[in-house]
């Protein structure tokens, strides 16, 4: 007797946990893992049933290393977890290691809306499993104050105006611009510049670039430094070489990529003018300053005036705003939850094709339109053949096939507002005249 006991607890407790979301997920590669080298985390939910709702994938950070979540939308698949089938949605997170060590993923929590019992969204949490990676240098480029790791690079120059016909007094600009494949812009390090004495380096914001995939993937970062030499006096001058070390992908070897020394020769200028000692002050300058100071100190006055008044009408609007915000905030709840909106957001999904979405909203809607009957029975007994065909067209693109086709929301739109319309004329006349109307057209 305690043996059956046992048996059936055990079984009542799988049951329990197989009604439960499932989360699963590893990284792309696992080892092998070199600084700068894009690393996947691939995060994949499954629900019994289906979902109601997308999980909110979070974004999270890690010491020493920059994170980004693609722009693409998660993917949707299907699994079997014991004797019941799963439906999945994964997303992948992309990480890049910025110095050697270990990788730790921090906890990472996921709200998931699914139907536990449908058509009721039960709202579950799940956990990221804990997870961690190691990154390396190569034994080759760990002397240096920079890792660079790449397919390909390209470095290249140019100036303006061109270095054959220089004066003193001159300003010339150079502007250096490195590509790098497959990696972030903002890890391509910034140029180390020289100059002999008689130049000026004046360098300006470098601008980085990033070339991506639709599905968010790097195709190449870009760098431009533009820097600016002034020429002090005339004389023969030489800019020295510029080395960018990077270890290269493919053979796995250090290598450099270089722009050759610039030499070139400053002439005198005749028009230059040499600067003058500052003018000597008399009285006369003196009583101006001090009328300008007077005048200064007056505006001064003004804008502080004008700023304690715009204080005071700032905060008149302030107690305002929090005297009605509670009854505002309210009303738009309370909109938010109405049936109007429902079938506001269930139209704007359908007509952008999102079937995941549209889906969950259909359910939310029909569950406040009837809530007394389940899904299958309002379909059965209220939609007509042409939108039960459109609904089930529906669910066939989420999870009858294992390679979803592409669904277009269009014909569900014009169904479900036509599905509507008879709704809202059957409520009307059920009630009294001097009554509200349910539902809001």
């Not at 990221?128 to 190569?138: E, Y």
């Not at 990033?210 to 020429?231: A, S």
């Not at 020769?265 to 600067?275: C, D, K, R, S």
């Not at 009583?287 to 505006?299: G, P, V």
Request: proline share 8%; hydrophobic share 40%; net charge positive.
């Amino acid at each position: 007797m305690k043996r059956l006991l046992l048996v059936l607890f055990l079984f009542s407790t799988l049951h329990v946990a197989a009604q439960s979301p499932v989360v699963r997920a590893h990284f792309e590669p696992s080892q092998n893992i070199m600084v700068g080298q894009p690393v996947k985390l691939i995060v994949s939910v499954f629900v019994p049933n289906y979902f109601t709702g997308s999980p909110e994938f979070p974004e999270f950070e890690m010491e020493n290393a920059v994170v980004v979540m693609p722009q693409d939308r998660p993917e949707n698949s299907n699994t079997q977890i014991g004797d019941a089938k799963y439906f999945g949605i994964t997303q992948t997170y992309v990480i890049y290691p910025q110095q050697a060590g270990d990788f730790h993923l921090p906890s990472i929590k996921l709200s998931v809306p699914y139907a536990k019992t449908p058509p009721k969204t039960t709202l579950g949490q799940v956990v990221v499993p804990a997870l961690s990676f190691h990154a390396d240098v190569p034994a080759a480029a760990r002397g240096l104050s920079y890792f660079l790791p790449t397919t390909q690079l390209t470095i290249a120059e140019k100036w303006s105006p061109s270095l054959k016909k220089v004066q003193a007094g001159d300003t010339i600009e150079r502007t250096v611009t490195i590509a790098a494949s497959k990696m972030q812009a903002m890890l391509i390090p910034p140029l180390q510049l020289a100059a002999p004495d008689g130049i000026r380096i004046y360098s300006s914001e470098p601008v980085v670039r990033d070339q991506k995939t639709p599905r968010g993937d790097f195709v190449y970062g870009q760098r431009i430094e533009t820097t600016k030499y002034h020429v002090e006096k005339p004389g023969a001058y030489t800019l020295p070489a510029i080395e960018l070390k990077w270890w290269n992908l493919n053979t796995h070897r250090l290598a450099t990529a270089s722009l050759p020394p610039a030499s070139f020769q400053a002439i005198a200028n005749p028009g230059l003018v040499a600067e003058l000692p500052p003018p000597q002050r008399n009285e006369q300058t003196t009583q101006a300053t001090k009328k300008k100071m007077r005048i200064h100190w007056r505006r001064i006055a003004l804008l502080a005036l004008r700023g304690i008044f715009c204080g005071a009408v700032i905060y008149f609007v302030y107690l305002m705003v929090r005297s009605i915000r509670p009854r505002a905030i309210a009303l738009w709840k309370e909109r938010q939850q109405s049936e109007a909106a429902y079938f506001h957001r269930l139209i704007h999904a359908a007509k952008k094709n999102d079937a995941p979405l549209s889906y969950a909203y259909l359910l939310q809607w029909l569950a406040r339109v009837y809530p007394d009957e389940s899904f299958s029975n309002v379909v059965a007994r209220h939609a007509d053949s042409d939108l039960q065909a459109q609904i089930s067209e529906l669910t066939d693109s989420l999870y009858a096939r294992a390679t979803p086709l592409q669904w277009t929301g269009r014909f569900l739109v014009k169904q479900l507002r036509e599905f509507r319309g008879t709704i809202l004329v059957t409520k009307t006349r059920a009630q009294p005249h001097d009554s509200l109307v349910e539902l809001n057209p």
